[in-house]
T-cell receptor, first 112, second 115 residues
Framework: QKEVEQNSGPLSVPEGAIASLNCTYSDRVSQSFFWYRQYSGKSPELIMSIYSNGDKEDGRFTAQLNKASQYVSLLIRDSQPSDSATYLCAVTSPAIAGKSTFGDGTTLTVKP | GAGVSQSPRYKVAKRGQDVALRCDPISGHVSLFWYQQALGQGPEFLTYFQNEAQLDKSGLPSDRFFAERPEGSVSTLKIQRTQQEDSAVYLC?????????????FGPGTRLTVT
């Protein structure tokens, strides 16, 4: 079992819909959680960081964290074709300070 | 402001050659990370520096891989006697704080192809 699990997709949503991306992690003491967007042939770009339970909103993006369930999600509202990319979840644990563990990503396609 | 830069962007090496990949982090960033990314997978951790100290090198796949950050700024990842399985994108990231608790910002990567 990978330390950080994501559905590989592809996830396809129509333009204007809400896209929901999910991530589970195995290390219960993980403390920092990040979502990155990666376009094909490009490097990961940070979208959101979340450190405490609950929701964090930034524009069309909302990150949700539930440490009891070891689950973090990313919602994208009013999805646009430009949101089509691979979304990577990353987790950092104090037990392995400095090291972020990434999932393999979920590929999102937003259809016009 | 300037982001993380990496050079070269593309490198083709014959099997057995040595290569050196350079990373210039964001100015003032304490932490620097190297990752290896294979096609269709997430970045895999290689090594981590806090200033000039290499605090974790547990992800380096073999003793052919070596990284340094002698003055706490620019870092070099060196791969000796390259093998075909070393072909991948090598990503560098930097972070303002130590201990991996703050956001990491990635450079454009170096795509290494070993023939």
């Amino acid at each position: 079992q990978k330390e950080v699990e994501q559905n590989s997709g592809p996830l396809s949503v129509p333009e204007g819909a809400i896209a929901s991306l999910n991530c589970t992690y195995s290390d219960r003491v993980s403390q920092s959680f990040f979502w990155y967007r990666q376009y094909s042939g490009k490097s990961p770009e940070l979208i959101m960081s979340i450190y405490s339970n609950g929701d964090k909103e930034d524009g069309r993006f909302t990150a949700q964290l539930n440490k009891a369930s070891q689950y973090v999600s990313l919602l994208i509202r009013d999805s646009q074709p430009s949101d089509s990319a691979t979304y990577l979840c990353a987790v950092t644990s104090p037990a392995i300070a400095g090291k972020s563990t990434f999932g393999d990503g979920t590929t999102l396609t937003v259809k016009p | 402001g300037a982001g993380v830069s990496q050079s070269p962007r593309y490198k083709v090496a014959k099997r057995g050659q040595d290569v050196a990949l350079r990373c210039d982090p964001i100015s003032g960033h304490v932490s620097l990370f190297w990752y290896q990314q294979a096609l269709g997978q997430g970045p895999e951790f290689l090594t981590y520096f806090q200033n000039e100290a290499q605090l974790d090198k547990s992800g380096l796949p073999s003793d052919r891989f070596f990284a340094e950050r002698p003055e706490g700024s620019v870092s070099t990842l060196k791969i000796q006697r390259t093998q075909q399985e070393d072909s991948a994108v090598y990503l560098c990231a930097s972070s303002l704080l130590g201990q991996g608790i703050s956001e990491q910002y990635f450079g454009p990567g170096t795509r290494l192809t070993v023939t």
